[in-house]
Nanobody
Framework: QVQLVESGGGLVQPGGSLRLSCAAS????????MGWYRQAPGKQRELVAV???????????NYAEPVKGRFTISRDNAKNTVYLQMNKLKPEDTAVYYC????????WGQGTQVTVSS
């Protein structure tokens, strides 16, 4: 079992920044991909960004088109933590953001609310 705990959400004005963190614990030693997804009210959960966590992979990343150039996903393997730096936030980024991890099973965090509003 893998436990994921997100933090860093909140209320921010358009154009502002937030950084989300996701700490993995439990059977986290063989996680090979971690990512962030989001779900806005009335919409399906969607991919935001993913990163490979194995040293051999070099931390390959992939981003959804709406966030390219504004969001950056990164990792700290020593801390089993993945980050999502979100810049130039827009009202349409408002959603609950979920951390995800894959190690043969699929694991989700509890979610953290991000609200972009003036």
């Amino acid at each position: 079992q893998v436990q994921l705990v997100e933090s860093g959400g909140g209320l921010v004005q358009p154009g502002g920044s937030l950084r989300l963190s996701c700490a993995a614990s439990g059977s986290s030693f063989n996680i090979y991909v971690m990512g962030w997804y989001r779900q806005a009210p009335g919409k399906q959960r969607e991919l935001v960004a993913v990163i490979t966590t194995g040293e051999a992979s070099g931390g390959s990343t992939n981003y959804a088109e709406p966030v390219k150039g504004r969001f950056t996903i990164s990792r700290d393997n020593a801390k089993n933590t993945v980050y999502l730096q979100m810049n130039k936030l827009k009202p349409e980024d408002t959603a609950v953001y979920y951390c995800n991890a894959l190690n043969g099973g699929v694991y989700w965090g509890q979610g953290t609310q991000v609200t972009v509003s003036s």
